[in-house]
């Protein structure tokens, strides 16, 4: 029990033995080497902000900026509020603006009501027309024509005559049709149930009978 509990210990311990020496002589040289060149990297930026940004920024904030600043922002804004924005806001101020109000109030305006007072009236002119010459002559026309027309119709046609007429044929039909379905089921129906039960049905039978013993003798 022993021994076999120092085997595995004995492999572990060469196994360590044998990594040991790789890991040194691998992973440490390459560790260094990656300090090494984040140092060489970190000099080399703190020369380059040192040497070439800080007195880039110098030169931008105390030299160029001021020089662009009073020699082109300036005059360009100056020349763009006088030449530009104050006329423009001149001319609508002055010019457009009156021009546009007055042609809203004096124009438009007068425009859009006489629109609407002859909508208006053509409406009015319009529902006239449609009343005396659609409605009135309909009314006139359902009031004198139609109804006098229908009631002398059902009370001299219809009433007396066509109704009776048209009952009497329904009857008839009623009873032809009740009397041609009970003739239809004694010459048609019947015979033919009497005819499947008593010769189609045997027939049938008979037939799947020898056909089930000839099957029978050919085949056993």
Not at 172 to 199: D, M
Request: with cysteine; aromatic share 16%; proline share 7%.
């Amino acid at each position: 029990m022993v021994q076999q509990q120092g085997q595995p210990q004995q492999g572990g311990g060469c196994l360590v033995a044998v990594v040991r020496p790789v890991v040194v002589a691998v992973v440490v040289p390459l560790r260094l080497l990656w300090e090494l060149v984040v140092l060489i990297g970190r000099g080399v930026g703190w020369v380059v902000d040192k040497v070439l940004l800080w007195p880039l920024r110098l030169l931008w904030n105390w030299v160029l900026w001021p020089v662009i600043h009073w020699l082109v922002v300036v005059p360009v804004g100056w020349l763009w509020r006088w030449l530009v924005v104050v006329p423009l806001t001149w001319l609508w101020e002055w010019v457009l603006r009156p021009a546009l109000k007055a042609l809203w109030n004096y124009v438009l305006v007068p425009i859009g009501r006489g629109a609407a007072y002859l909508a208006v009236g053509f409406g009015k002119v319009v529902a006239w027309l449609a009343y005396y010459l659609v409605a009135v002559p309909v009314r006139a026309f359902w009031r004198w024509v139609v109804v006098p027309v229908g009631k002398a119709f059902y009370h001299g046609l219809w009433r007396p005559v066509l109704f009776p007429v048209l009952r009497a044929l329904w009857l008839a039909f009623v009873w032809a049709w009740r009397l041609g379905g009970r003739i239809w089921r004694f010459t048609v129906v019947a015979p033919c149930r009497w005819v499947r039960r008593s010769v189609w049905w045997p027939v049938k039978a008979e037939v799947r009978r020898v056909a089930r013993e000839v099957r029978r003798a050919l085949f056993g």
